[in-house]
């Protein structure tokens, strides 16, 4: 799998609304034409979508910004600006989306599986949806809204029946190559494999992806070697194939090598020791032998107990694939608080937080006098006025809602 890149970092950009419009009809025989601006079109939003042709995070390493486009302007004679289309981002089957703090968002399992990773701005209204009684020709309009934008961390766990879990060198690549097509590197020396491949074999009427990972050492647990790398790729495997090697040069005993590698699995995630396994030695060619092992023997170099080892492996996915449904996607919702709070900030300026105040504020020309006291009342009947007084907040005090500044003065 040339160029497998399991970890990645996106950035997220939804389109920005598009502005209203502030206008007034025009027309021969209508005297006092009324305000007839359009609505500005909402922007586009990111989508994160699980694809099963798409097989790293390769597309993110050197192009790692995604962006939305943004919505059309609102225009005169009620002309609404075009909405901004959706941006489908494809990433791997078994993707985990984190934010920039490790917590997960979103876990993209299946094909098809998808997740907002930035909503577009809303378009902001025209000057005709602001006529009232006591204000017949409105002179003035929203801004469209900001789209949101974040970084985002991206981790792949590969998505396998069979996960080939040994000591490095221990044959798992040799295996591979000979039961499928996978070309990994093979030498004879430790940590030949540096990225995991993956492989389908095909075994009279069964079809299964092996992966083969890099090998696992004694504290992998805690980061030794490839650490979490590693193990990462193993937790969505149906089954743990353990390679023992038969002809260790100076490494532990296929007892030894076992105990250490259901160790490393346990202390990583114990419910891997409840996953169906199969254990086999390899290098069967090159055993002694008075080599201490009782179990299934395959060489992958003459062929050796490969047949008996794939209906094996046949036999026990099938059974682990009726036994584990496929997990649903999980995604982490996080909706933005509605409601108006205040809190403090280390200056003494009050600030304001909420949707819809900040929008209020963020979409207005507050320099348009008609827009400054749309947004006062606005603000007041979302109850800005009185959270500010049980906040404590006094007359002359600097009270903060967005990129807006302004020195309190208590309803009166």
């Known amino acids: ?18 502005a209203g419009s502030v206008s007034f009809r025009r027309e021969a025989h209508v005297p006092r034409g009324g305000p007839d601006g359009g609505d500005g079109g909402s922007g586009g939003g990111v989508w994160l979508v699980a694809d099963h042709d798409v097989a790293s995070l390769l597309a993110f390493r050197d192009h790692p910004h995604r962006r939305a486009p943004s919505g059309g302007h609102g225009q005169g004679k009620g002309r609404h600006g075009a909405t901004g289309p959706d941006l489908e981002v ?3 089957e078994g993707t985990v989306v984190r934010d920039q703090a490790g917590l997960a968002l979103a876990d993209l399992v299946r094909h098809g599986d998808r997740w907002l990773a930035a909503s577009g701005g809303r378009g902001g209204r025209g000057n005709s949806r602001f006529l009232a009684n006591r204000r017949r020709a409105p002179s003035f309009a929203e801004q469209g809204e900001v789209g949101e934008e974040a970084w985002l961390n991206l981790e792949l766990k590969l998505m396998a029946d069979v996960a080939l879990v040994g000591f490095p060198n221990a044959g798992k690549s ?6 499928s097509a996978a070309k990994p590197k093979i030498a004879d020396y430790p940590f030949t494999t540096l990225q995991p491949h993956l492989g389908v074999v095909r075994f009279g009427e069964h079809e299964l992806v092996v992966a083969d990972v890099p090998g696992l050492i004694e504290g992998a647990a805690e980061g030794r070697g490839l650490g979490h790398r590693f193990l990462r790729h193993v937790e969505r495997a149906r089954v743990l194939a353990l390679l023992l090697d038969l002809a260790p040069a100076d490494g532990p005993s296929p007892a030894g090598q076992e105990r250490v590698l259901l160790t490393e699995l346990g202390r990583y995630r114990p419910e891997l020791l409840e996953r169906p396994r199969v254990v086999v030695g390899s290098k069967a060619d090159l055993a002694p032998p008075d080599a201490d092992f009782d179990g299934m023997r395959i060489s992958a170099v003459t062929g050796e107990g490969i047949s008996r080892l794939l209906g094996e492996l046949a036999g026990v996915v099938h059974a682990a694939r009726a036994a584990l449904p496929d997990a649903p996607p999980v995604v982490v919702h996080r909706p933005v608080p509605d409601e108006v709070r205040v809190a403090r900030d280390d200056d003494g300026t009050f600030v304001v937080r909420g949707r819809a105040a900040e929008r209020a504020v963020a979409v207005n020309d507050l320099n348009n006098l008609q827009a400054l006291a749309y947004v006062q009342h606005r603000l007041k009947r979302l109850g800005v006025d009185r959270a500010l007084a049980r906040a404590g907040a006094r007359e002359g005090d600097a009270v903060r809602i967005g990129p807006f500044t302004f020195d309190y003065e208590p309803d009166r």
């Open 90 to 92: 494809k990433v791997p």
């Open 1 to 18: 799998m040339p160029g497998f890149v399991d970890e990645a970092q996106v950035h997220v950009k939804a389109g920005d609304g598009g």
């Open 174 to 179: 040799t295996l591979i190559s000979r039961i």
